[in-house]
């Protein structure tokens, strides 16, 4: 059983709030403490049967693996980009890869990290959502107790004494760690949109250079354009979606991993088996012994081999894990394992083709079949990154971690599949940028390994925290896994730090530039959201002015929206300042986002009433996740009216049923009468700031233990009938006389007192981004002639 009061409490008002109410509430409340004890992850793997668990095993290539099987074309020029000097480095170098792909692509990420999705979604905004749920460590405190009873809301409970509850104290005992793992996890999506520049500019420019292989005499400058043509097609294509090309990608990465493999086999029947020792891990110790650091910066190119993983978690959200799994152990790493094996043994016979090792041991008869669908599972590669970049751009939006900017929905049936134009613009010239300017794969690939060891290393510090907190893994476990991956990650990391210079530095200036864009804009809405805490009005002085609010309430209904989900918006007072005339129907309107992948239609609306009835004033919380999607206006105000019309006969219908005299705190009640009332937020009392007339009876239904059900007497029920026609009436005329959208203007400056990078982070940049970005009002749809924007600044 859940309490409808949750709404009432407001946020900032502590210990002073505990009334006699407040301790009724909490009485009413305790059994959701119970059920807490008891809630598990939502998510649970659907039991499929196994022609289904093929078919989407089979889709899942399209999707998740296209980045990871177009590595075969560019690791071996990357780990020797001066040539091979001795055939047993070609042995030292596929051991490495080998072990690689075994250690973080099969072991940690498709057998551990894919089973930490936050209820099926993946990516790094996506482990931190889930860890938001298990500790306070959201910056923006815009949650509230009711928001924790929503049914996508899962989280695990622990005891006081265990090694979890210390890791989560200590992560909430001050907001510096706070502040600290949020600036880890924008710094992995930075890392992430920088991937989604870098996989489409190395896997076409390395597919479109096997032209140079069959006409070794082209120039480069050919091999550029082609590329830069179609990454040009690719982007501009994406508006239309993947949903009407989408069913093509399986195929074509399928018949790609097939041809790859085949090759390999044949490259290994034919040149050298011997390479099939390099399963042996002596094989590393050896390389490293001879070539000393040569061998230690190699594994940067090393490296590329395990790239796309990182998309792969982060396109996750369509597949069930067990269909990932199987496509992987089944095709997927066999089949690179094979292709790997086969160049090596290529190599073995023709070290000097290192640059083109991929192409030149293709069999002559299926050169150019294979040089085509090398390019289609190029351009598939690219599109599995772009559209795990634009996932993880509208997750950082919805946590308020990225400027307000334009997301389409490109597909009905698959809420995931978006587009964000200025996103895919803004990906699209950087990219012909980076292929134009670098003109290579080696600069490319070292600047490539940088991006993808750094999202790794911030995986694998969430995934630390997930294993305490959520999973409740015992220490050592949690100990060996993060020692295990910190030392591999690291090692790589050591590696790629020595080719900051040859093309390395190219994602660490594309991470800082959106770092900084990101962490500016998340610092001015905490500090805004602080000012609207701060600043809002006291229930005492809207009570002091009568039903009227001392104005003249003209017809109409007026939304006012606001980030508040409790209290009066400052806004509101300067409205009514200003201004002598008010809306005779006012309901506060706020849109907030919580760190669940999605909120229930059913779920989505609280709604309570604010002051007596006779000020027709109403508070309505409308709840997202972050990725669901905002309906048109029309849709939006129909369902918001809809819950706030269905609130108001609830509530007369609770008032209309209470007996005074006989009033049970526990009176029995069925758990769907409950669940309906929770879910509409029936009729909240509320605590220190807001006031409502309403009754306790009037929350909890009566019953006597003596009677088999409540008296209500005949007139009680005719006036309450009454006075729900009467406001339902009154609404509809109001609605039909007209609807305003009040929105607040807020500006942030900066202090003159201020420290200099303050002022720029504030009046310079936080500025600009406010004006390049989507106005709150294109977001809601709301029609400019009924619009209405109350502008305020304050300072910082």
């Known amino acids: 059983m859940a309490s409808a009061l949750g709404m009432g409490i407001d946020e900032g008002s502590g210990d002073e709030t505990k009334g006699g109410m407040w301790e009724l509430d909490q009485k009413i409340d305790q059994p959701m403490d119970e059920e807490a004890g008891r809630l598990k992850n939502m998510y649970r793997e659907k039991k499929f049967s196994a022609l289904l668990l093929l078919r989407l095993a089979f889709q899942s290539l399209g999707v998740v693996y296209g980045d990871l099987g177009t590595s075969p074309l560019y690791v071996f020029y990357n780990t020797f980009p001066h040539g091979i000097d001795d055939t047993e480095d070609v042995i030292g170098a596929l051991s490495l890869i080998i072990y690689s792909l075994t250690l973080i692509p099969l072991l940690k990420y498709v057998f551990i990290v894919c089973r930490a999705n936050d209820n099926g979604q993946g990516g790094t905004f996506a482990l931190y959502s889930l860890l938001c749920r298990h500790a306070k460590i959201k910056t923006i405190p815009n949650q509230h107790r009711t928001d924790e009873e929503l049914t996508t809301y899962s989280r695990s409970t622990f005891h006081e004494h265990s090694f979890a509850a210390k890791t989560k104290r200590w992560l909430e005992a001050y907001s510096f760690r706070k502040n600290a793992l949020l600036i880890i996890v924008i710094v992995g999506t930075c890392t992430v949109i920088g991937d989604g520049i870098l996989t489409p500019a190395i896997s076409v420019l390395s597919a479109t250079g096997g032209i140079k292989v069959d006409h070794p005499k082209m120039s480069n400058d050919v091999v550029v354009v082609v590329a830069v043509i179609i990454l040009v097609g690719l982007f501009s294509l994406q508006h239309y979606g993947t949903d009407r090309v989408g069913w093509l990608f399986a195929p074509i990465v399928l018949l790609w991993f097939l041809l790859v493999g085949g090759i390999g086999i044949f490259n290994i029947w034919k040149y050298d088996s011997s390479v099939l020792r390099a399963f042996s891990p002596v094989y590393i110790y050896r390389y490293f012994r001879r070539r000393k650091k040569e061998g230690w910066t190699s594994l940067g190119g090393i490296m590329l081999s395990i790239t796309g993983t990182e998309a792969l978690f982060a396109d996750l959200a369509h597949f069930p894990v067990s269909a990932i799994q199987l496509a992987f152990t089944v095709i997927v790493f066999p089949c690179l394992l094979l292709t790997y094996t086969g160049q090596a043994a290529y190599l073995m016979q023709n070290k000097e083709h290192v640059v083109d090792a991929f192409y030149r041991s293709i069999p002559e008869s299926i050169y150019w079949p294979v040089f085509v669908i090398a390019t289609l599972a190029a351009i598939v590669a690219s599109q599995a990154t772009i559209s795990a970049t634009f996932s993880i751009i509208k997750q950082a939006l919805a946590l308020g971690c990225f400027p307000r900017v334009k997301v389409v929905h490109t597909s009905k049936k698959f809420l995931g599949q978006i587009y964000i134009p200025d996103i895919n613009w803004i990906l699209m010239i950087l990219c012909i940028g980076v292929t134009a300017g670098f003109r290579n794969q ?319 982070a504030i009046d310079y940049i936080y500025a600009f981004l406010r004006r390049i970005c989507r106005e709150n009002s294109v977001i809601f749809n709301v029609p400019h002639e009924s619009l209405l924007n109350v502008g305020q600044i304050f300072y910082v």
């Open 442 to 760: 080696s600069q490319i690939g070292n600047a490539y390994g940088t991006a993808v060891v750094i999202v790794m290393l911030v995986t694998t510090l969430l995934m630390t925290l997930i294993m305490l907190l959520v999973w409740r893994c015992h220490w050592v476990l949690v100990l060996i896994f993060t020692v295990l991956s910190v030392v591999v990650e690291c090692t790589y990391f050591s590696s790629v730090l020595f080719k900051v210079d040859q093309g390395g530095w190219v994602p660490l200036v594309i991470a800082a530039a959106f770092l900084v864009i990101m962490y500016v804009w998340h610092y001015g809405t905490v500090k805004r959201y602080a000012f609207e805490m701060h600043s809002k009005v006291s229930m005492a002085w809207i009570l002091g002015l009568g039903p009227s609010l001392g104005l003249v309430r003209v017809p109409g209904i007026g939304l006012v929206y606001t980030e508040l989900a409790s209290g009066v918006p400052h806004i509101f007072s300067h409205f009514i300042t200003n201004l002598p005339a008010i809306h005779s129907v006012v309901v506060f309107v706020c849109v907030k986002y919580l760190p669940v992948y999605t909120v229930p239609e059913d779920e989505r609306f609280l709604v309570k009433r604010i002051g007596p009835k006779s000020f027709h004033m109403f508070r309505c919380v409308a709840r997202y996740g972050y990725k669901d999607l905002h309906k048109k206006d029309e849709e939006f105000e129909r369902k918001l009216f809809d819950n706030l019309f269905l609130f108001v006969r609830l509530e007369n219908m609770m008032e209309g049923c209470s007996d005074s005299d006989e009033y049970s705190l526990y009176g029995q009640q069925t758990q769907n009468s409950m669940d309906y009332l929770v879910r509409n937020n029936g009729n909240s009392t509320t605590g220190n700031n807001d006031f409502t007339c309403s009754t306790v009876e009037s929350i909890v239904p009566v019953k006597s233990p003596t009677q088999g059900s409540n008296t209500v007497t005949s007139s009680l029920g005719r006036e309450s009938s009454q006075a729900e026609v009467d406001e339902m009436e009154f609404l509809n005329r109001c609605r039909d006389a007209g609807v305003v959208h009040i929105l607040g203007n807020t500006v942030v400056r900066a202090r003159r007192d201020s420290r200099f990078y303050k002022k720029i």
